[in-house]
């Protein structure tokens, strides 16, 4: 897989042996931008069945740190995806499907476990949900239903600057 004019990072959860469902994680950087990979060995070896993919833009400045995450929803996956091990910084920036509800970012899914436990370690990190609740990240195929399991997640020192918003369903 490949983007013109982008560098193109992956996490294919076929390379993972305990994984039970296709799927992974993929961050594209513009070509241009200086970066480089941010190993995570820490949250793979603690939640082999999430996927994680990390990278690190330099700037002149400081570092941004982006995570991108995936949880699978699998009915062992509460007990395993732990978010208090994710890391929480000034320039942490975490994207992705959490496959987690709470009425924080998720107005018309049920909430869950994991959502409240998500939720808890929000307030106690440096992070902040962009989502706006009452929009929907999902569409599920099958049933119709609207949820929210996708979150971002960026500095609360820089939330005010960010504008967050989704794209029409294909």
């Not at 998720?106 to 009452?134: F, I, K, Y």
């Not at 949820?147 to 939330?159: E, F, G």
């Amino acid at each position: 897989f490949s983007v013109p004019g982008y560098k193109c990072y992956r996490q294919d959860r076929a390379s993972n042996p305990r994984a039970v469902y296709g799927g992974g994680v993929l961050t594209l950087v513009r070509d241009g931008i200086t970066h480089s990979p941010w190993p995570l060995r820490t949250l793979s070896s603690s939640d082999p069945i999430s996927d994680f993919l990390g990278i690190k833009i330099h700037l002149h400045s400081r570092t941004l740190s982006l995570l991108n995450v995936y949880s699978p929803p699998l009915p062992s996956r509460a007990t395993r995806f732990d978010p208090s091990l994710l890391p929480s910084s000034p320039s942490t920036f975490i994207f992705g499907d959490f496959n987690a509800h709470h009425p924080s970012w998720d107005a018309q899914g049920r909430p869950d476990h994991l959502g409240s436990d998500v939720h808890s370690w929000l307030l106690t990190s440096s992070l902040e949900c962009l989502n706006d609740p009452s929009v929907h990240t999902l569409l599920h195929p099958s049933s119709g239903a609207r949820t929210s399991p996708d979150l971002t997640l960026v500095p609360s020192t820089l939330a005010p600057r960010c504008v967050w918003s989704t794209l029409p369903d294909l």
